[in-house]
């Protein structure tokens, strides 16, 4: 299980949907909770394939905001080796 919460984001994440709904009806108990799909968490684009069971983080909107910040917006990009 994975729970990350920063000051009134949180985002959780489970193997297992009970284990994911058990905790989200404890942390009812005592917090204003309000559950939904996640897009975005922090800036981060939240990318998520079911079908293989993977997840993917994206922070493509701050990277384009630096680069027009530093008028970079337009430079030649080149590719990562794996």
């Given at each position: ?5 920063y000051?009134?984001?949180g985002?959780?994440?489970a ?9 989200t009806?404890?942390?009812?108990e ?6 939904m799909?996640c897009?975005s968490y922090l ?6 394939d079911?079908?293989?069971r993977?997840i993917?983080?994206?922070?493509s ?8 910040k530093?008028?970079m917006?337009?430079?030649?990009a080149i590719?990562?080796?794996?």
């Amino acid at each position: 299980m994975l729970l990350a919460i920063y000051v009134d984001d949180g985002i959780a994440a489970a193997k297992n949907k009970k284990i994911l709904d058990k905790l989200t009806s404890y942390l009812k108990e005592f917090l204003e909770l309000t559950t939904m799909e996640c897009n975005s968490y922090l800036g981060f684009q939240v990318q998520r394939d079911r079908k293989n069971r993977t997840i993917d983080l994206s922070q493509s909107h701050y990277v384009d905001k630096i680069l027009d910040k530093y008028k970079m917006s337009n430079c030649n990009a080149i590719s990562t080796p794996e």
